[in-house]
Structure formats: structure tokens, C-alpha cells
DNA sequence: TACATACCGGACAAATTTGTCCTTTAATTT
DNA sequence: AAATTAAAGGACAAATTTGTCCGGTATGTA
């Protein structure tokens, strides 16, 4: 569905977040081992959030990463996934033609567009905030305990 | 959504059932120009899918690629899809959690599993001698024209 | 039987994605 | 101010996907 780096991405937004709420700030090293995932690929994804402004960042001792309040309110599933993976998989045609659409249609462009018009809303629908709420009442998980 | 090499394989089916429905048995040449793959990437592709048995071949003089009417009434595009690209993608967790499910769920567990058995539901229920009558009517296309 | 045709299969090459390492930059603490 | 901490950024490496090439094999035709 998504990139490595996209699940990377998203589940350290939501665990940062989750962290965020209160009012803890996390290091690199924290947030791969918590969702389990490679330290420096992270950090390289997490680069991209803080340019594209979805994720904050603080240098040196006691820094980190963090979400604003604003962050958690407002940025969406489908910022983090546009940001890191692009528009192309939320619109692009699922046979691949490169101009599909209802004046030449793909022979399933028609069945397609509704689950896409879910996914996409479903995307939009959701906050960082809100994904991190769920993971603090142990509702979600963002890896896997045994 | 899918990789090239399904992309590729699933048009090349379909444009494969659409001559077969016809009566007329296609070469590899002829697939790869009517749906605008690259020749030799295509041929792998479709090695697969008759080892699989989704497709037929015939060697040598007036040989090709063809679908019988079994084939074209039975093969679902879900079976190209599973044959090409495995079934990760029509199962997996979204955020990339190897063991998700409801005994530990990943915060979009239950938002993303309504959406993927529509997917699957929707690839289950195409045969490519039905997306094929479609092309075959004009009501779909493989590749675009200017 | 010889030849031509067209798929099969393996090796190879390019491009992209995934992942690592190390130096630089910024900020806090002593 | 110096030392320490942690993210930023660039170069590099591994793995996967995408794509090519070519000799082998099967089949139909003369």
C-alpha cells in the first residue's frame, strides 16, 4: 500500500505525537526503537516531515522531535503520506495509464474511483493527534509486543 | 497501488482475452505495442502468468499468447494480482505492522480493513473476459491515444 | 529434414528504494 | 568559552524493482 519509508514515517509521527500530548519531547533513538524501525532511514524521513513543517524539531541537549498543538490538531494522515510517497498513488490510475480518466477510461476506472475516494477521505479524516490519543489508550499499537 | 510489473501484466491480459474473445491468438511484439509496455519486461511477465496457468502459450510459427474461454471466464484480476505482486498488499497492515490484527491493531486497523475488503471483494469479482468485452465495446482502453 | 518463428530462461544492467555512516550545525550545560 | 548533545545533510552501500540481451527449445512450414 504504502512505502517502507511512508509506515516509517507515520508511525513515528504517531508516536511522537503520542508523546507530544504529554509534553514530552523524544530523541532519534527513542522513537525507532519504540516503533520499530531502522534509527538513520528514520531520520532521513523525519528530515522531510520537519521541512514540510508537519513535524518540529529541536537541536541539541533536551532537543528532539515534537508536535505542536497546532500539529496535532491539524495535520492529517493524507499530509504525511503526500508528503513522503506523493499524490501519485491517492490519484494515478490502478492500471497505470498515464492520461486514465472518464474520457478514456482504464476498463476499471470506473469500479476503482469509489474505494480511491475512501481511501483519500478516509486519509483526510484523521489526525495525528487524534491516531496518538488512540495509541495512549491502548487502543492502536505501533509495534508489536509478545 | 500496484507495481509496473502487475500494471503491465494485467493490461496485457486483458488485451490478450480481448483477441482470444475474437478468435486470434497474439504475439508478444503485438501485446507489447497495443498496450505500450516495454517488449522484453512484458515476455517476463508473462512467463509468470502461464506458469500459473492464467495465460496460455504456443511456441513456434503462428504461436502467441492466448486465453481459452475457460480462462477468460474464470481468471480474476485478483489472480493476476496475487500471481505478480503476492498477497501482501491484500492483506497487510498499512503502517507495516508484521503481525497486526485485532489482537493488536494498528492505530488505522479498523478504518483501513472496510477498504481492503472492498478492494478485494472488487478484484474477486472481474474475470479478464469481462474487463475484455468492455475494451472490445470501447467502454475501456489500454493505452491512450491523442 | 531444414528452416523460420516465437516463447522460455538465465544472465546482466539500470533505476529506485531502502538503509548506513560520518561530518557539520545548532543549542544546552558546565 | 568549552564540552556535550542531538538533529541536518551529504556521500555511500545494499536490496529490490524494472528493464535488456541472447542462446536454447519447441513448433509449424516448405
Redesign the pocket.
Known amino acids: 500500500m504504502f512505502?517502507?519509508?511512508?509506515e516509517?514515517g507515520i508511525r513515528a509521527a504517531i508516536y511522537i505525537g503520542q508523546q507530544s500530548a504529554s509534553g514530552r519531547r523524544?530523541?532519534?533513538?527513542d522513537?525507532a526503537a519504540e516503533i520499530d524501525?531502522?534509527?538513520?532511514?528514520t531520520?532521513?524521513i523525519?528530515?522531510q516531515l520537519?521541512?514540510e513543517q508537519l513535524v518540529t524539531?529541536?537541536?541539541?541537549?533536551?532537543?528532539?522531535?515534537e508536535l505542536t498543538p497546532e500539529q496535532l490538531r491539524t495535520v492529517t494522515l493524507r499530509q504525511l503520506v503526500v508528503a513522503i510517497d506523493g499524490g501519485a498513488m491517492l490519484q494515478g490510475c490502478a492500471l497505470g495509464l498515464p492520461q486514465c480518466s472518464a474520457k478514456q477510461p482504464c476498463p476499471m476506472h470506473y469500479q476503482f474511483l469509489p474505494i480511491r475516494d475512501q481511501l483519500n477521505e478516509l486519509l483526510r479524516a484523521h489526525t495525528i493527534g487524534e491516531l496518538a490519543s488512540k495509541v495512549q489508550e491502548g487502543l492502536g499499537f505501533l509495534k508489536q509486543f509478545s
Chains 1, 2 share one sequence.
Open positions: 512505502s517502507k519509508a511512508c516509517y523524544v530523541g532519534l533513538k522513537i524501525s531502522p534509527e538513520a532511514f531520520a532521513k523525519l528530515q520537519v521541512r524539531s529541536v537541536k541539541g541537549p533536551t532537543g528532539g522531535f
